[in-house]
């Protein structure tokens, strides 16, 4: 079984800063993919950032320019780094992994950007 924690996040002025990390921890024989998603207040959740599985990165149309993911393979962690926030991004992120072909999901954490 593999978990996925997730820390970072909370409120931040339009404009500001936010990091949020993922640490995978269990039993990890293969990694097909690692980022971040979100999901909005009446929205559907939507791709923000990843790593696919042969280690590309794809950002949506949102993220580029003002978000960075990065990663640490040793210890399975993913850091999504932003930047330049808009009360736009505001939204519950959720850390996802695809693990020993196994679909993973973090508990979520909530980023609020006021303007």
């Known amino acids: 079984q593999v978990q996925l924690v997730e820390s970072g996040g909370g409120s931040v002025q339009a404009g500001g800063s936010l990091r949020l990390s993922c640490a995978a921890s269990?039993?990890?024989?293969?990694?097909?993919?690692m980022g971040w998603y979100r999901q909005a207040p009446g929205k559907q959740r939507e791709l923000v950032a990843r790593?696919?599985?042969?280690?590309?990165?794809y950002y949506s149309d949102s993220a580029k320019g003002r978000f960075t993911i990065s990663r640490d393979q040793a210890s399975n962690t993913v850091v999504l780094q932003m930047t330049s926030l808009k009360p736009e991004d505001t939204a519950v992120y959720y850390c996802?992994?695809?693990?020993?072909?196994?679909?993973?999901w973090g508990q979520g954490t909530q980023v609020t950007v006021s303007s």
């Open positions: 996802n992994a695809g693990m020993n072909g196994e679909n993973y």
């Open positions: 790593f696919t599985n042969v280690g590309t990165t």
């Open positions: 269990g039993s990890i024989f293969s990694t097909n993919g």
